[in-house]
């Protein structure tokens, strides 16, 4: 099962994007095909050394960057690395493509490209609660503005698939993000699908408020792409904000810089639990296709676990299991 | 103006109420209500000495439990201490209400009891972002789960009002929560907000991201109650996951246990500096009184704080301004 690799896509790339690829290899036996600019992906191959069986080039002329308007990239560099990759996956070429690039435009694209599964109404972006490792699946975190009742149904549903198939947890729990713990609690769209998954045979544990996200409460939290938005943007913002003002405490003194050295291996361990690398892409969710996002700050360690993920999307029936929800 | 103050709410009523009370007393020199039960008053302020004048007792017979239903418990327990306390200020006879006890039953009561100021559509329950001290006020954190645009334009010429005549910002910065800086970002309903904000007098910097609330960049923050509140309880949850990490992790080794002791003193500055015990109370803005609601943990010290703002909002014209712009 070869996974398309967007070798332009991300705040290191392509140094660590390569990198990750070939830690994906060796480590995990991923076949990898590396899209964007033969002679770019080249070099950097050439920096590793020998170039192992299992990773192929495939050449694309353009990249679309970070800070460039998605939709209107994506419709006007046609030969994108994005768009070349997404292409690849339409075709069958490649099982899944991961992506540390641009989101917008690779949301873009997969709509453009392989289209959404016929029945869903609309596809979703999820992202793995920060602090939480492997645990819990949160979406959509940007994709819907604008949601009806059974767009979030449809969340969950995707959601509790990707958690048991991807994630490997077994009937994951599903909780409703709202603003009290009681099913009257909520706008009337909440409190709506709130019926609708109560009703349903996922395993819905009722609705989780803001402060017991991060919490291991629920496997799979499903909320509007505005609300996930922010939420998941407070929580890097809360958690930057921390960090900096623990930066700046344990450097004000002298006895605090020394004391800081010996705390510095727990306080760095404390650091890596909260790092996206180590759960390492998400999943856009109702698209024809397996796609994933990696975080745009990722590492080769975040990549290669990004690559895994696309290898388990690929491999385990995940988009059959929301083809057979959608029909019903 | 004497201010009533529920003597029964809050996690550490009623010594800590009772506390605050002397302290906004002899520190301020604010006049005081101390609304509750009479001999429970009583014997509290015995605790402490000589009464000071200026700290009077209303009677009244019951409390309202942090946990109870707020709509049922203020038709039910008409001599609530929140009910009494709301009369106080319905009648004139106080300037302002603070409580920290049960923050929907307070919302209950001042709809009840004072009703909305005429023209305003809802009123927002506004909270100051945790790590800005006295700095940026975000309204509404939960009042209004379903809104429309103008509920919004509201909120933030309230918020405007409320920080400048409160908070003490002249002109105040005021922005809209959203997914996104341009302003065709964002739900439908977020983008008509934008552009009436866009066209109003206030002084309007656009659109802010979650990750940017902390950042100081707005002094008046406004988004839906639903949003808002998700914000609110995210950022606490995530604050409070850290603390627990950061505990456990100086905890786990005896150098860092030692390590820990010499930054001690750090720490607790650092906490301090987020403890929402340093803007004491946040307003309910929209009805037909000043009223504060205080967090449910407050010591003497926020008490005392929440105190200090409603003195403030009830000397500084602040409903006035609030009704002529109703009446616009």
Redesign the interface.
């Known amino acids: 099962m070869l996974i398309a690799l967007d070798a332009m896509g991300g705040d290191h790339a392509p140094a660590e994007i390569v990198a990750g690829a070939l830690l994906a290899r060796n480590e995990l036996g991923i076949e990898i095909a590396l899209v964007g600019p033969r002679e770019i992906i080249e070099a950097e191959l050439t920096r590793h050394g020998t170039v192992p069986s299992g990773i192929e080039i495939v050449h694309a002329s353009e990249a679309i960057a970070m800070d460039e308007h998605p939709a209107q990239a994506v419709r006007t560099k046609r030969d994108a690395s994005i768009n070349v990759a997404m292409g690849m996956v339409k075709r069958g070429v490649a099982g899944a493509f991961v992506s540390a690039g641009n989101t917008g435009a690779v949301m873009a694209s997969a709509l453009m490209t392989l289209g959404r599964i016929q029945g869903i109404e609309r596809p979703a972006l999820g992202t793995i609660a920060p602090?939480s490792e492997m645990g819990i699946l949160v979406l959509d975190v940007?994709a819907n503005?604008?949601v009806k009742p059974n767009y979030l149904v449809q969340f969950a549903q995707m959601g509790s698939v990707y958690a048991e198939r991807v994630m490997g947890i077994h009937n994951p729990r599903v909780a409703l993000?709202n603003?009290g713990g009681e099913e009257t609690?909520?706008?009337?769209l909440?409190q709506d699908v709130y019926t609708r998954l109560s009703k349903s045979h996922l395993n819905f544990i009722g609705n989780i408020?803001?402060?017991?996200?991060?919490?291991g409460r629920a496997d799979v939290i499903v909320?509007d792409?505005?609300?996930g938005?922010?939420?998941?943007?407070?929580?890097?913002?809360?958690?930057?904000?921390?960090f900096r003002?623990?930066r700046t405490?344990?450097t004000?003194?002298l006895?605090?810089k020394?004391?800081?050295m010996?705390?510095k291996p727990?306080?760095l361990?404390?650091r890596d639990?909260?790092d996206p690398g180590s759960y390492g892409g998400v999943p856009l969710l109702g698209v024809n296709g397996v796609v994933m996002i990696a975080h745009g700050v990722s590492d080769a360690r975040a990549v290669k676990n990004a690559l895994r993920a696309a290898s388990e999307g690929a491999s385990s029936g995940m988009l059959d299991a929301i083809r057979s929800l959608a029909r019903k």
Chains 1, 2 share one sequence.
Not at 209 to 215: I, T, Y
Not at 229 to 242: M, Q
């Open positions: 602090f940007g503005a604008d993000l603003i609690k909520g706008s009337e909440i408020e803001g402060g017991e996200v991060h919490r909320t792409g505005f609300t938005n922010v939420a998941v943007k407070v929580t890097e913002g809360v958690s930057d904000f921390i003002e623990l405490a344990l004000s003194k006895q605090y020394l004391a800081a010996v705390l727990a306080l361990a404390m639990k909260m």
